[in-house]
């Protein structure tokens, strides 16, 4: 459901603070069609031609409040919301070079009524600016 | 004429609201230009924030102009409860109580009649709430949904409880997917282009049509070869089956709305899948009076080979809707949706 979707396509660039390139950054929504509290996104995965990024290096922003992956285990007061563009940065000292890059991005949900523990991804090639 | 209402689920619009396609105005203006004046919501689809950062009064007062401004009339809002919020551990009891009054409470303030309870939700936690509800004047009804059905235990367990616990704020609302009885084409559509052989298809589907048991249609695609998404395409009989429309009757007192689940409508106005005249004639003969919310969910089908066209779709189940209740005009849309 929303496989497709889960990679949004307009903004894709490297990460810079304190002048020092730490990694890079897309926009990823939930593919839901409902939002889910953060204690239930169980794990999101990264990979950049067909690099993964590890689970600790793995940030989730929305409305300017970045968590990392295991602080959302236990964050019973905010969403990812319907359709909310998250921002999904990975870090990766030096970020990635101008140009095409292959990018993967897993979401592993628990939701209460499914007798399993689903997983969605979605593959696009992005391209990042010069 | 009938005295069924239609009705719309904006979860039919989920493909264009999720993109940002249509707002929600967008979609109460196209429910209304066809008639179909009742609104359902899933709350936290619908609602940012809902239930955990919970919701602005002027979020809630835009819905009020909303179904002021188009005549429609808000009728149910689906809630989640999702009691598996914490790793590791269900959430208790009480909790679980104290969160659908919480659904409760904001049911009433979207103005709703009803709010939907998921199937797995345990009958003894509504049981609980019922007293809130019946304060409230809000209805709990749990969505009979496939692979369950009306003859079910489960199904059983809560009919059984809700009687015990004597409250009218406790009832059922079925989804009309249950009532299967053929294979959809856009699912075997979809599970031919992830490569299932054509003739495995097609047995599927034929099997489907015999009323086989899905173990044996496992095991016979597993013969013929079938790995993988043949396979698949083969499970899925487990959850879904042919169940009698007439099976309702027994509960007419306790159904109060109806999800007109729909996977695909022709071009003709046909459901392929679902046999809705039979499933009118028996809500009619039940003296139903309430609404029949279109479902479209179709398009997790097809998104992976071309863009949903759900206001069309709802359109279309519309007009059948019309025609099967007996109405003199046509539904149609007035204004086109911006793409």
Redesign the interface.
């Given at each position: 459901?929303?496989?497709?979707?889960m990679i949004c396509t307009e903004q894709f660039e490297n990460v810079v603070e304190g002048g020092e390139t730490i990694g890079f950054a897309f926009l990823g929504?939930l593919p839901y069609?409902?939002?889910?509290?953060l204690?239930?996104v169980?794990d999101i995965q990264v990979s950049v031609d067909g690099e993964e990024i590890a689970r600790e290096a793995i940030r989730f922003s929305v409305r300017g409040k970045t968590y990392t992956l295991d602080e959302m285990?236990?964050v019973?007061?905010?969403?990812w919301?319907?359709?909310?563009k998250a921002r999904i940065i990975a870090l990766k000292p030096g970020g990635l070079a101008p140009g095409a890059h292959k990018i993967s991005f897993a979401v592993r949900m628990?939701?209460?009524?499914l007798p399993f523990v689903p997983t969605t991804r979605d593959t696009k090639e992005l391209a990042l600016a010069a | 004429m009938s005295s069924i209402k239609r009705g719309v689920s904006l979860?039919s619009f989920?493909n264009e609201?999720?993109?940002?396609k249509m707002s929600l105005e967008d979609c109460v203006r196209t429910c209304a230009e066809l008639g179909a004046n009742g609104i359902e919501i899933?709350g936290?689809?619908t609602f940012?924030?809902w239930p955990?950062?919970g919701v602005e009064d002027a979020a809630v007062a835009e819905w009020h102009r909303l179904m002021q401004a188009y005549g429609t009339t808000p009728v149910s809002h689906d809630f989640?409860?999702?009691?598996?919020?914490?790793?590791g551990r269900e959430m208790p009891f009480d909790e679980q109580v104290a969160s659908v009054k919480n659904d409760i409470d904001f049911g009433a303030r979207l103005g709703m009649k009803y709010i939907r309870a998921?199937?797995?939700i345990a009958p003894e936690v509504l049981v609980a709430a019922a007293p809130y509800a019946e304060e409230k004047n809000i209805k709990i009804l749990i969505e009979v949904h496939a692979p369950l059905h009306f003859d079910h235990p489960w199904i059983i367990r809560h009919a059984e409880a809700f009687e015990k616990a004597g409250s009218d704020a406790l009832g059922f609302l079925p989804d009309m997917g249950m009532f299967l009885f053929a294979y959809p084409r856009v699912w075997k559509e979809k599970f031919l282009r992830v490569g299932v052989p054509r003739h495995i298809a097609d047995y599927i589907e034929k099997a489907y049509e015999d009323r086989v048991l899905s173990e044996y249609v496992i095991l016979n695609v597993q013969q013929m070869g079938g790995t993988g998404p043949a396979i698949a395409m083969a499970e899925v009989t487990r959850h879904n089956a042919a169940f009698e429309p007439k099976r309702m009757l027994d509960y007419m007192h306790r159904i109060h709305n109806i999800h007109g689940k729909f996977y695909e409508m022709t071009a003709d106005y046909v459901e392929p899948s679902i046999p809705y005249d039979e499933i009118v004639a028996v809500l009619q003969k039940g003296g139903y009076t309430g609404y029949i919310c279109s479902e479209y969910e179709g398009n997790?089908w097809i998104?992976?080979f071309e863009e949903p066209d759900s206001v069309e779709q709802v359109r279309r189940q519309q007009v059948m809707l019309a025609r099967l209740l007996g109405e003199a005009t046509v539904p149609s849309l007035k204004t086109p949706i911006a793409a």
């Amino acid at each position: 459901m929303m496989d497709n979707k889960m990679i949004c396509t307009e903004q894709f660039e490297n990460v810079v603070e304190g002048g020092e390139t730490i990694g890079f950054a897309f926009l990823g929504r939930l593919p839901y069609y409902r939002g889910l509290g953060l204690s239930m996104v169980e794990d999101i995965q990264v990979s950049v031609d067909g690099e993964e990024i590890a689970r600790e290096a793995i940030r989730f922003s929305v409305r300017g409040k970045t968590y990392t992956l295991d602080e959302m285990e236990t964050v019973y007061d905010d969403r990812w919301n319907f359709g909310e563009k998250a921002r999904i940065i990975a870090l990766k000292p030096g970020g990635l070079a101008p140009g095409a890059h292959k990018i993967s991005f897993a979401v592993r949900m628990r939701v209460s009524y499914l007798p399993f523990v689903p997983t969605t991804r979605d593959t696009k090639e992005l391209a990042l600016a010069a | 004429m009938s005295s069924i209402k239609r009705g719309v689920s904006l979860y039919s619009f989920q493909n264009e609201t999720f993109q940002g396609k249509m707002s929600l105005e967008d979609c109460v203006r196209t429910c209304a230009e066809l008639g179909a004046n009742g609104i359902e919501i899933i709350g936290e689809q619908t609602f940012w924030g809902w239930p955990e950062v919970g919701v602005e009064d002027a979020a809630v007062a835009e819905w009020h102009r909303l179904m002021q401004a188009y005549g429609t009339t808000p009728v149910s809002h689906d809630f989640m409860l999702d009691y598996k919020r914490y790793k590791g551990r269900e959430m208790p009891f009480d909790e679980q109580v104290a969160s659908v009054k919480n659904d409760i409470d904001f049911g009433a303030r979207l103005g709703m009649k009803y709010i939907r309870a998921l199937v797995s939700i345990a009958p003894e936690v509504l049981v609980a709430a019922a007293p809130y509800a019946e304060e409230k004047n809000i209805k709990i009804l749990i969505e009979v949904h496939a692979p369950l059905h009306f003859d079910h235990p489960w199904i059983i367990r809560h009919a059984e409880a809700f009687e015990k616990a004597g409250s009218d704020a406790l009832g059922f609302l079925p989804d009309m997917g249950m009532f299967l009885f053929a294979y959809p084409r856009v699912w075997k559509e979809k599970f031919l282009r992830v490569g299932v052989p054509r003739h495995i298809a097609d047995y599927i589907e034929k099997a489907y049509e015999d009323r086989v048991l899905s173990e044996y249609v496992i095991l016979n695609v597993q013969q013929m070869g079938g790995t993988g998404p043949a396979i698949a395409m083969a499970e899925v009989t487990r959850h879904n089956a042919a169940f009698e429309p007439k099976r309702m009757l027994d509960y007419m007192h306790r159904i109060h709305n109806i999800h007109g689940k729909f996977y695909e409508m022709t071009a003709d106005y046909v459901e392929p899948s679902i046999p809705y005249d039979e499933i009118v004639a028996v809500l009619q003969k039940g003296g139903y009076t309430g609404y029949i919310c279109s479902e479209y969910e179709g398009n997790r089908w097809i998104e992976d080979f071309e863009e949903p066209d759900s206001v069309e779709q709802v359109r279309r189940q519309q007009v059948m809707l019309a025609r099967l209740l007996g109405e003199a005009t046509v539904p149609s849309l007035k204004t086109p949706i911006a793409a």
